[in-house]
T-cell receptor, first 114, second 113 residues
Framework: GDSVTQMEGPVTLSEEAFLTINCTYT??????LFWYVQYPGEGLQLLLK?????DKGSNKGFEATYRKETTSFHLEKGSVQVSDSAVYFC?????????????FGQGTTLQVKP | EPEVTQTPSHQVTQMGQEVILRCVPI?????FYWYRQILGQKVEFLVS????????KSEIFDDQFSVERPDGSNFTLKIRSTKLEDSAMYFC???????????FGPGTRLLVL
């Protein structure tokens, strides 16, 4: 079945460092891809998305490009801040039977130190 | 900005008791979902609901679980007889007809003792 795999965490970076969180997927068809972020004590917030191959999603300095050839959707940010410390989830939308359920990766914890 | 709300934020219950988790989706949304996240694990799909019926459910969503949209605004998840392993954060989500993006509530943390 469809699945999402993320790099293991936690990822610990210093402020202003470059961030990459790897995400690969397995899916039949052409899913949409998402990054959600979960700040401490809060729910899931959509960070960015891409709906077709070669699309780039971006928001708040974060970017991810839908790469069909490598089945990847890696999250990047050029300069992280302490406030970016959170858990990041990669997900795909599997339109099986038109329900649109989300399938999530295991989450990657990012800790940014001042 | 419209948002999904959930109540209660925390619930503690005894094993074998029934619990009802409540959600108010965004008002013009038509597709509703429940997910759960056991501490330290990934977010897992439980059930999707559209047009007043379940459209898909996972293996986790057994006969102990049920969902209902009782009054056109609330969307509830009922666990009839809770088990220790039901302890988790439960998220409600909704989306509209035209977009795949799901909007999540803040979650209900359920602890079964």
């Amino acid at each position: 079945g469809d699945s999402v795999t993320q790099m293991e965490g936690p990822v610990t970076l210093s402020e202003e460092a470059f961030l990459t969180i790897n995400c690969t997927y397995t899916a039949t068809g052409y899913p949409s891809l998402f990054w959600y972020v979960q700040y401490p004590g809060e729910g899931l917030q959509l960070l960015l998305k891409a709906t077709k191959a070669d699309d780039k999603g971006s928001n708040k300095g974060f970017e991810a490009t839908y790469r069909k050839e490598t089945t990847s959707f890696h999250l990047e940010k050029g300069s992280v801040q302490v406030s970016d410390s959170a858990v990041y989830f990669c997900a795909l939308s599997a339109f099986s039977g038109n329900t649109g359920k989300l399938i999530f990766g295991q989450g990657t914890t990012l800790q940014v130190k001042p | 900005e419209p948002e999904v709300t959930q109540t209660p934020s925390h619930q503690v219950t005894q094993m074998g008791q029934e619990v009802i988790l409540r959600c108010v989706p965004i008002s013009n949304h038509l597709y509703f979902y429940w997910y759960r996240q056991i501490l330290g694990q990934k977010v897992e799909f439980l059930v999707s609901f559209y047009n007043n019926e379940i459209s898909e459910k996972s293996e986790i969503f057994d006969d102990q679980f049920s969902v209902e949209r009782p009054d056109g605004s609330n969307f509830t998840l009922k666990i009839r007889s809770t088990k220790l392993e039901d302890s988790a954060m439960y998220f409600c989500a909704s989306r509209d007809r035209y977009q795949e993006t799901q909007y999540f509530g803040p979650g209900t943390r359920l602890l079964v003792l």
